[in-house]
């Protein structure tokens, strides 16, 4: 029994490498949801590069969110916000922080081992 549950645990979590855009979660979040209800178009009319810039992150932002070229996107566990804190508050203030992120992926939230400044 052990074992399925361990299986089953792993089946959940992908080990791995995203790069995208980094966001104020929460900023991000509204804007997403910030649609017309009548609207059957909502992805053709969706601007992200502008959704992008008017969330990127600023000095006051404590919960990040990963968009990736593709519009998925994927919150920050705690441990990943810290270090996107930190990341934010050393690296000079830029319309867009492109990150690369290593670690684990459980559903829509990312578990963070490393976060850098993508090249």
């Known amino acids: 029994m052990a074992l399925v549950a361990l299986f089953l645990s792993s089946a959940l979590s992908f080990a791995g490498t995203w790069s995208g855009v980094l966001v104020d979660s929460g900023c ?34 404590k ?8 519009g998925l996107s994927f919150k ?14 050393r690296t000079p203030k830029r319309p867009r922080f492109s990150v690369t992120i290593t670690g684990e992926r459980n559903k829509s939230t990312l578990k963070v081992d490393s976060i850098s400044m993508a090249t």
């Open 28 to 61: 991000y979040d509204s804007s997403e949801r910030n649609v017309n209800p009548t609207d059957t178009m909502i992805f053709v009319d969706r601007d992200t590069n502008q959704e992008i810039a008017y969330c990127a992150p600023n000095a006051k932002t």
């Open 63 to 70: 919960v990040f969110a990963l968009v990736q070229s593709d």
């Open 76 to 89: 920050l566990d705690s441990d990943g916000n810290a270090k996107a804190v930190e990341l934010v508050r």
